[in-house]
């Protein structure tokens, strides 16, 4: 438990710098907000909503400049300092953007007890670009829910709200000109609009991804003379053939349109174009196509991706704006682009090293569903090598070892490393956790978006040297329990629906959903994948594959196994296992119950081993073994006894 001296200690992400802070916290009184010079609305508006509900006391507040007419942007000034003493807490800040924040750690503050005379923090972020990408493509996220995660968002200081708009599976921006694209659920204009100018309040920007030439399925099927080969309907995830063909001008007019629609909704400097897994077999195939490849003097389609995005590039400059581009978008005469690293280490210095700056993204997927260790411990500016040999270490790691095939496939991705030579020019602008949504929809996405968002927020905000992983899981637990962020209620709800009694959804906690993209390409696909193919092979879910067994309501990482694992308790969970596992699992996945069978043996297995009625070697070996996948299940306990009796002494 925190005490009230320290509720400096509860913060996250970490501030700057903290003095002051073991003072014990005193009592303030309703909270006043006071302006020197003018008020700016949006930081009265957002410390209204959040302050007037604690005693923080006078709140003197001091902007240097307001301007509460424009967006955030990219080198918005973020920084603002909190001064106590007994009379008034000082909000200093340069710019509105700083102030907001002031105010969100001030909240945290007086939520974790209150503040003491003479606590003073200063605080800024390491990067400018602290995002999270979201597809709301492949399932589409209700509006309501996109304004909670801005909500979300600012809590943890993220600044970038990425929306993946476009995909094969369908197209969520409801443009005006082109209504056929537009599938039945999406957002129209003017709600992108109205959801812009409420992150835009938080100092949170939008940056709509159209995704182009590639995964474009959806499109052809309403224009397929935007393609050079036939399309069919698909309700598969995976790699698909289908990409705009750009030997076509009628092509670069749908662009030129559909961007300019985009530009009015979004009022960013970058526009995300995608880029990514463009497959090269429609362009192969075409006569057409291969005479423009050589009309052109292109060297191949690699070369004709980098022409087509050369247009693009010129289409949006057109309208005041840069583009953003997938990794795949790496060629050495490539346009002025910013590259969001994804696949792997080596893509980030390719990009500097063509002086383009990057977006890191590759350690930061959440849809891999690791634990947000694993994240938190990949610096966006880490050396390659450094970065490399973490990446390598994934595979040793005991919740990793299950898919460490598929870490091995990921290789590949190193083809063309540069090292990097001298300083670059171009820089590491910041990073974007990804959540790509196969396996999320609406009502999954809260157990998805918030158990590891905070470790990624952190990595972005905090300094390189705050990076104890213990540290950050405490503070989490904190955070955690903020409405905006917290999981609990719903997720309980979401359990008991299926059925489940209180202490099934106790137990079921235990569990988690298998890594990487194991649950979503299953065992065929997963085979396929690492000997080199792709599609079509057989995977269990599609679009239409409803998300609502246990596994999708599990969070990735579970958070309730880490305190529980001690002498005292290992009876009472045995126990409790056993209670749940005697109840009736009607309509429930075999594999949780194989799943807690084994948890509940460990269990066993470890208080034998610790009271000396079993060799602990032995103990530990049928561990190890017994912590594998049961179906798409992990018995998320096991590793936290194996840790605990090997410590035991
Ligand atoms: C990606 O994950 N295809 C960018």
Redesign the pocket.
């Known amino acids: 438990m925190i005490s009230p001296q320290n509720t400096a200690a509860t913060l996250l992400p970490k501030p700057f710098r903290v003095v002051g802070q073991d003072a014990p916290a005193q009592s303030r009184g309703a909270t006043k907000i006071i302006w020197v010079g003018d008020a700016d609305a949006r930081t009265e508006a957002y410390a209204v909503s959040i302050l007037s509900k604690l005693p923080c006391g006078s709140v003197v507040i001091q902007i240097a400049l307001i301007d509460d007419v424009s967006a955030p942007q990219e080198d918005m000034d973020e920084a603002y300092e909190l001064g106590v003493t007994a009379e008034q807490i000082l909000l200093k800040a340069h710019s509105t953007w700083g102030a907001l924040h002031g105010i969100t750690t001030l909240r945290q503050l007086m939520s974790a007890g209150g503040v003491s005379d003479g606590l003073h923090i200063t605080d800024s972020p390491r990067f400018s670009w602290r995002g999270c990408m979201l597809d709301v493509t492949r399932h589409f996220i209700p509006l309501a829910q996109l304004y909670q995660v801005v909500d979300g968002l600012q809590l943890l200081k993220l600044n970038v709200l990425h929306l993946h708009l476009s995909d094969d599976q369908g197209f969520r921006f409801g443009s005006r000109i082109w209504p056929k694209l537009v599938s039945e659920e999406h957002y129209t204009m003017e709600q992108l609009s109205e959801l812009v100018a409420y992150a835009a309040d938080r100092g949170i920007r939008l940056i709509p991804e159209l995704d182009v030439p590639g995964h474009v399925t959806h499109w052809l099927l309403a224009y397929p003379q935007w393609g050079s080969e036939e399309v069919y309907a698909s309700q598969r995830f995976g790699v698909h053939p289908g990409c705009l063909d750009p030997t076509r001008e009628e092509v670069y007019a749908a662009l030129s349109s559909l961007f300019a629609e985009i530009a009015e909704v979004f009022p960013d400097q970058y526009v995300h174009v995608g880029g990514?897994?463009v497959n090269p077999k429609w362009w192969q195939r075409s006569a057409a196509v291969q005479a423009f490849i050589v009309e052109h003097g292109l060297a191949d389609e690699r070369g004709l991706q980098n022409y087509f995005l050369h247009c693009v590039q010129q289409i949006l400059a057109s309208l005041g704006r840069q583009i953003i581009g997938?990794d795949e978008v790496l060629h050495e005469q490539m346009p002025e682009c910013v590259v969001q690293n994804?696949r792997g280490a080596t893509t980030r210095d390719r990009a500097l090293a063509v002086a383009r700056s990057c977006i890191v993204s590759a350690p930061y997927y959440l849809d891999l569903h690791f634990p947000a260790d694993i994240h938190y411990q990949f610096d966006p500016e880490a050396s390659q090598q450094s970065w490399l040999a973490m990446e390598n270490a994934l595979a040793e790691d005991r919740r990793l070892r299950h898919i460490a095939p598929a870490l091995s496939w990921t290789h590949q991705w190193r083809a063309g490393a540069i090292e990097l030579e001298h300083e670059p020019v171009a820089n590491v602008l910041g990073g974007e956790a990804?959540l790509?949504a196969e396996l999320v929809d609406g009502p999954t996405l809260p157990m998805r978006l918030w158990s590891r968002l905070p470790a990624i927020a952190e990595r972005l905000w905090s300094s390189a040297d705050c990076h104890d992983s213990e540290d950050f899981y405490r503070r989490l637990l904190t955070l955690l329990e903020f409405p905006e962020l917290s999981w609990d209620a719903h997720q309980n709800q979401c359990l008991q629906d299926l059925g489940l009694s209180a202490i099934q959804i106790e137990v079921v906690r235990w569990l988690e959903p298998t890594k990487w993209y194991s649950r979503l390409l299953g065992a065929q696909a997963m085979q396929a994948r690492l000997q080199g193919s792709e599609m079509p092979q057989a995977r269990p879910y599609q679009v239409h594959t409803p998300l609502n067994r246990v596994v999708d309501f599990l969070a990735p990482e579970s958070l309730s196994v880490r305190n529980l694992v001690r002498e005292e308790n290992l009876q009472e969970l045995t126990e409790k296992c056993d209670r749940a596992l005697a109840q009736l699992w009607s309509g429930v996945d075999g594999e949780v119950v194989t799943a807690l069978t084994a948890t509940r043996d460990a269990l066993q297995l470890t208080q034998d081993a610790s009271a000396g009625r079993r060799a602990k070697d032995q103990v530990l070996s049928v561990l190890e073994e017994r912590y594998q996948p049961y179906g798409e299940y992990l018995p998320a306990l096991i590793p936290h006894l194996i840790d605990w009796l090997t410590e035991a002494g």
């Open positions: 990514d897994e997938w994804w990804c790509w």
